[in-house]
Nanobody, 123 residues
Framework: VQLQESGPGLVKPSQTLSLTCTVS??????????WTWIRQPPGKGLEWMGA???????YYSTSQKNRTSISRDTSKNQFTLQLSSVTPEDTAVYYC????????????????WGQGTQVTVSS
């Protein structure tokens, strides 16, 4: 199973960040899988942002809920993160991962990770 993040590495403040995770070797409709976005700002720990379940139900971090949207395209086996109104504080390495449950950054809860993609918010 492989996950690959893609998207722009540089986003201007107030714009919407959009990242896509392409999954191969597994289906995003696999039962009981949670397809997750996690980020790590420079010098800080991992932060769980949200997930889309195998059923299509979405879950969001309470701290980012108003700015975050996760969707999927089952025909392409992809899921997408959109984060609106970004600020420099959203600068981070963004990871997609397949997890067993939501709202955790415990590495043991994730069977597969993407390599991560650096996103910088700057004018």
């Amino acid at each position: 199973v492989q996950l690959q993040e893609s998207g722009p590495g540089l986003v201007k403040p107030s714009q919407t960040l959009s990242l896509t995770c392409t999954v191969s070797g597994d289906s995003i409709t696999t039962a009981y899988a949670y397809w997750t976005w996690i980020r790590q700002p420079p010098g800080k720990g991992l932060e769980w942002m949200g997930a889309i379940a195998y059923s299509g139900r979405t879950y969001y971090s309470t701290s980012q809920k108003n700015r975050t949207s996760i969707s999927r395209d089952t025909s392409k086996n992809q899921f997408t993160l959109q984060l609106s109104s970004v600020t420099p504080e959203d600068t981070a390495v963004y990871y997609c991962a397949r997890g067993k449950r939501i709202a955790t950054v415990e590495p043991n809860e994730y069977a597969y990770w993407g390599q991560g993609t650096q996103v910088t918010v700057s004018s």
